[in-house]
Structure formats: structure tokens, C-alpha cells
């Protein structure tokens, strides 16, 4: 019996996972492009306290200590979902070095959980209906330094609470 479907599909999983690599790292590289523009890197970040799916509420200031990388998404942004096995893959690599917490912006509780059932993950998610908590984390513009929407990206906070 040929193996060479598997083979196949492997190769396909290899190239998909890739991919969505590719994306996470792009994303990354474009808020860090702008990063000396951006008015908070290097200052405290801004500390929250948001609901997850569940209605618990998790503080920004518990994971202090270690460090963390929070990443911004909305259910409208099909870059956003697409990232979500990457995610996924580094919590599951990093659990012991890196804190991952997700913010899903702009939406409801019930829209996020719909959009994280529906991909199948297990990362934390918290939600910011209001957008409070993400227009503060945004990277702005080059040009005129105001805060824009643009989803997905992520930030990285040292163990000392620095936003880097």
C-alpha cells in the first residue's frame, strides 16, 4: 500500500502551517516597523482587566512577572481566525517561558466564543466590546500618529510590565 497520500498531506499541513508563520511573523514585523513611533514602547503597559469567555476576568497585572505577548483580533478580520492554529502551536511550545493572551475586539462575548469554537482553540480569550483596551495598545499611523484599527497584531511586554 502507497503512503504517498500521506506524504501528501503532510506536505500540505507543512506548507499551511508555514504560512500562517509567515503571517504571525509579517504582523509582528509590521508593528515593530513602527515601534519608534509608537508613543508606548518602552513606557509601562497600560494595565486591564477584561472578561474571558466565561465571564471570568483576568487582570494584565497577574502575569506580570513573566513575560507575555498580547495579541489583538476581531471575528472580521480573516487574517485574524487564520492566525489561530500558530497561536495555538506557540502556547503550546512556550506555555513555560511566555504568558499568550488573545483580546478579540470589537465584538461581543458571544461573537468571540462563536469564532474560537468554530477554529477549535484553546488560548485565552478576552474581550473588549468596546475597544477600550485595544485603541490603547494600537500602533498609529506613520504619518499622522493617530490610533487606526488594524487587526491582527500583537504586542510583547517584558517580565517588568515594559511594553518592547
Not at 487606526?148 to 511586554?157: D, H, N, R
Amino acid at each position: 500500500m502507497s503512503w504517498a497520500w500521506a506524504e501528501r498531506l503532510n506536505k500540505g499541513v507543512t506548507v499551511k502551517y508555514l504560512a500562517l508563520s509567515v503571517l504571525l511573523v509579517a504582523s509582528v514585523l509590521s508593528v515593530q516597523a513602527l515601534a519608534t513611533d509608537f508613543p508606548i514602547v518602552g513606557s509601562q503597559a497600560p494595565d486591564f482587566s477584561l472578561p474571558d469567555l466565561s465571564g471570568a476576568t483576568y487582570p494584565l497585572s497577574d502575569y506580570i512577572g513573566h513575560p507575555i505577548v498580547i495579541n489583538f483580533w476581531t471575528t472580521w478580520c480573516g487574517a485574524c481566525t487564520y492566525e489561530f492554529p500558530v497561536l495555538e502551536q506557540f502556547k503550546q511550545e512556550y506555555a513555560d517561558q511566555v504568558s499568550l493572551i488573545t483580546i478579540c475586539a470589537g465584538n461581543s462575548q458571544d461573537e468571540a466564543r462563536a469564532a474560537v469554537e468554530k477554529k477549535g482553540v484553546d488560548f485565552l480569550v478576552l474581550y473588549d466590546e468596546a475597544e477600550i483596551i485595544s485603541k490603547a495598545y494600537q500602533p498609529p499611523r506613520p504619518h499622522d500618529k493617530r490610533r487606526i484599527v488594524a487587526f491582527p497584531f500583537s504586542v510583547f511586554i517584558d517580565e517588568t510590565g515594559k511594553v518592547v
